[in-house]
Each structure stands twice: as structure tokens, then as C-alpha cells.
């Protein structure tokens, strides 16, 4: 399966980076901007995704509000190369991009990147802190190490460690992963395809015929493969309250919980966390505690 941008909070952070004014190219003042890309960004999610936006934050207008704060965090960040003058290039560069990119784990437009002036060792939050434009996070952790790109052959944990157009390939090196066509039987697909007998290949549409171990069907668009049928069909919306007891279901910007077997809001930031119900988008839980990342925090 690929990596989305909806599981990987350094993802959403790195997008953050800067945000649109319009595409006019005005520059705004801090909150300004940081608004106009949040309703950019949400906005193209919701027309790329629209169960993305369900899943994760309930809506765009809950999605607008917490990116808000989140970008602002960005800009303040200690040697941060990112500057409010960015925004108006990134907005268009948001508001033309593929449904592809804006889904995928680590994409981010090339409009949108800076490189800052931490050095490869230095705490950071965001890409763009570091001189080299990348902040190397463990994996559910807010704080990172500004970090080198991991060339073809070099060791890597996850494929934003390794240079453009490489992935982070069994056992753990950068390489080169498989195009549309190509076979996969060695070779990982990249991220925007799947491995189907052999050959990656696009993603299935609803009602397509499926095998349920392939994880094929589309679940940018709410699919899965069900075991009775054997075709891609869509999951069922439950809203908070909600029961979530039988069926394949996906609790609206929240979790079913074990034990009442309804549909319980995420858990807030700052609050205790285990793996019953998630954190809130993009939180994630960190040694028990909720929290959100925040550039300005990591030293």
C-alpha cells in the first residue's frame, strides 16, 4: 500500500510551509496567509478526497481552523527559510496540483519549499529550518534532526529519507522504485501505484474486482475489498455518537472505541493517549501525551 498524507504528520507540516494568498502574489500579514492556505489546501483536499476531510477532520471548516494555528507555528520557526513573499507562488502551485501529489505521504510543491539555516544535527520541526531542506523525524515523534538526503545505496527508515525520485527499499536502502507497467515482483511500485500480480498498476475503482490481501482498492476514495463480494466498496460514514459495532465503517475525525463500540470524537492535544481512539489530526501520541508539532518548541 502507499504512504498518504493523512497518516504522516511531517507530511501536513512540510505543506504547511507556506500557504496561498489567492495566487495574486499579495503578501498578507502572518494571519492572513496562514488562513488563505489553509482554506487552499483544505479545499483541494476536500475535491481530491472528500473522504479524507471526513475521516481526518469531520469537514474543510474544521480542517481551515486546525491548520490555522499550525501554519503559524511554521513561520516562526527558529531559522526558518520560509518567508509570507511564498505564498502567492504556493497557492498556485496547490490550487493546479494533481489529486495524485496532493495525496501522496511526502509531496510537497516545489513552490513551497525553503531551506533554512540550521545545520545537519540541529533540533528541528520543519524541512524548512534546516540548510540541507530536510528535518529527519522518528517515526510518531514532533521533534527531528536537520539531516542530508540519503543517496541510491545509503541507509534509510522511511522514503522521505532518500533524495528525489528514490524510495526507501527492502532492507532499508535508498533506490529506485517501479513506474506504472513495470514489474514489482523485486522493486517496490512508487507510492501513487499498487503491486497487482506482479506489475504496478493503478489503484481500483469502486465495484472493480479485488483480492482482499492485494489492498488495491482505492482508499483515498473510502474503498476496501470485501470478502463477501470480492469487489471495492465503500465505506460507511459513521458520525460521533454513532454506533460502530458491525460493518466496515469509518468513524468521521475520530475512532470507534472498544469499549462502548460507538464512534468517540479524537482525543485533544494534551490529552492522555493510547491506542484505543487517535489524536487529533496531526497530533500523535507521544510518550502518552497528544501533541501536535511545533517548530518553535524544538531545540
Known amino acids: 500500500m502507499r504512504l498518504r498524507s493523512f497518516l504522516i504528520v511531517v507530511t501536513v507540516l ?12 499579495k503578501v498578507g500579514t502572518q494571519t492572513e496567509v496562514c ?29 481551515v481552523e486546525r491548520l490555522k494555528p499550525i501554519c503559524a507555528s511554521v513561520l516562526q520557526a ?6 509570507t513573499e511564498q505564498y502567492g507562488a504556493c497557492a498556485a502551485a496547490y490550487t493546479s496540483a494533481s489529486c495524485d501529489d496532493v495525496l501522496l505521504a511526502s509531496w510537497v510543491p516545489a513552490a513551497c519549499a525553503a531551506k533554512g539555516t540550521l545545520a545537519d544535527g540541529a533540533a528541528c520541526g520543519h524541512n524548512a529550518q534546516c540548510t540541507s531542506g ?3 523525524h522518528g517515526f510518531s515523534q514532533v ?9 541510491s545505496g545509503g541507509s534509510c527508515s522511511r522514503s522521505e529519507d532518500c533524495e528525489a525520485g528514490l524510495g526507501c527499499v527492502s532492507p532499508g536502502t535508498c533506490g529506485a522504485t517501479a513506474a506504472r507497467g513495470a514489474s514489482c515482483r523485486t522493486v517496490p511500485c512508487t507510492p501513487d501505484m499498487v503491486c497487482l500480480n506482479g506489475t504496478c498498476s493503478d489503484r481500483l475503482a469502486a465495484d472493480a474486482a479485488c483480492v482482499v490481501q492485494d489492498y488495491a482498492c482505492n482508499d483515498d476514495l473510502g474503498l476496501y475489498c470485501d470478502s463477501q463480494t470480492l469487489r471495492c466498496t465503500a465505506m460507511t460514514p459513521v458520525p460521533v455518537g454513532g454506533s460502530c459495532a458491525t460493518g466496515v465503517i469509518v468513524c468521521i475525525a475520530g475512532g470507534c472505541s472498544p469499549n462502548t463500540q460507538l464512534c468517540e470524537a479524537a482525543l485533544a492535544d494534551g490529552a492522555a493517549c493510547n491506542t484505543e481512539l487517535p489524536c487529533r489530526y496531526p497530533a500523535v501520541c507521544v510518550s502518552g501525551t497528544c501533541r501536535v508539532s511545533d517548530p518553535t518548541t524544538c531545540h
Open 78 to 83: 527558529p531559522g526558518t527559510g520560509l518567508t
Open 14 to 25: 512540510g505543506a504547511i510551509g507556506c500557504g496561498p494568498s489567492s495566487g495574486s502574489g
Open 35 to 63: 488562513a488563505d492556505y489553509a482554506t487552499s489546501y483544505c479545499n483541494r483536499l476536500a475535491t481530491c478526497s472528500p473522504y479524507r476531510v471526513a475521516q481526518t477532520f469531520g469537514d474543510v471548516t474544521a480542517c
Open 143 to 151: 521533534c527531528g534532526t536537520c539531516a542530508a538526503l540519503v543517496p
Open 134 to 136: 530536510y528535518c529527519k
